[in-house]
T-cell receptor
Framework: SAVISQKPSRDICQRGTSLTIQCQVD?????MFWYRQQPGQSLTLIAT?????????ESGFVIDKFPISRPNLTFSTLTVSNMSPEDSSIYLC????????????FGPGTRLTVT | GQQVMQIPQYQHVQEGEDFTTYCNSS?????IQWYKQRPGGHPVFLIQ?????EVKKQKRLTFQFGEAKKNSSLHITATQTTDVGTYFC????????FGKGTSLLVTP
């Protein structure tokens, strides 16, 4: 298993600003993913963070809004840009070894509220 | 990815009663995973099923994968208040394709 930490754990931000969320893993991992979970809802994949190349975004998510960095095999960041109240959600990073073919381990999440 | 549908959306039981949640797919799944998310927490991996007809047990939890590998179930025997949370199934894909989850409430 992997131990994952996220910073910040929660934040309240004003609309129009940006927030960068950090995800740190205690071991090198191939696959890192960013999910969004709105209150009472399931998890929606935002993008896959690829080490050494651009992130792969899912339909409905774009790089300008959710830029992602993956500088090495243990760290990634997700930025939520030009925030609006609709971006209020929990953002979770997860890691896996073989994509959807193997279990994933999730960070504790970042609870974002945009006012 | 391979989408999965999950029912019921909510279940409220008395402590000691059994609980079952079902996961269905229109296509054959290479595997299916189950996760539990406690209120205010993050999803935690429970199990992965790979083989047709596979049944796995974890104490009071029984996981089953259908013969056609298109459906799965999670059954909890004699629920306890510690079982409260949302149970998600997830189909394989480049990442995981999560079902909408079943929220379980257990009343003492």
């Amino acid at each position: 298993s992997a131990v994952i930490s996220q910073k910040p754990s929660r934040d309240i931000c004003q609309r129009g600003t940006s927030l960068t969320i950090q995800c740190q893993v205690d071991s090198q991992v191939t696959m890192m993913f960013w999910y969004r979970q709105q209150p009472g809802q399931s998890l929606t994949l935002i993008a896959t963070a690829n080490q050494g190349s651009e992130a792969t975004y899912e339909s409905g998510f774009v790089i300008d809004k959710f830029p992602i960095s993956r500088p090495n095999l243990t760290f990634s960041t997700l930025t939520v840009s030009n925030m609006s109240p609709e971006d209020s959600s929990i953002y979770l990073c997860s890691v896996g070894t073989h994509g959807g073919q193997d279990e994933q381990y999730f960070g504790p999440g970042t609870r974002l509220t945009v006012t | 990815g391979q989408q999965v549908m999950q029912i019921p959306q909510y279940q409220h039981v008395q402590e000691g009663e059994d609980f079952t949640t079902y996961c269905n797919s229109s296509t054959t799944l290479s595997n299916i995973q189950w996760y539990k998310q406690r209120p205010g927490g993050h999803p935690v991996f429970l199990i992965q099923l790979v083989k047709s007809g596979e049944v796995k047990k974890q104490k009071r939890l029984t996981f089953q994968f259908g013969e056609a590998k298109k459906n799965s179930s999670l059954h909890i025997t004699a629920t306890q208040t510690t079982d409260v949370g949302t149970y998600f199934c997830a189909g394989p894909g480049y990442a995981l394709n999560f079902g909408k989850g079943t929220s379980l409430l257990v009343t003492p």
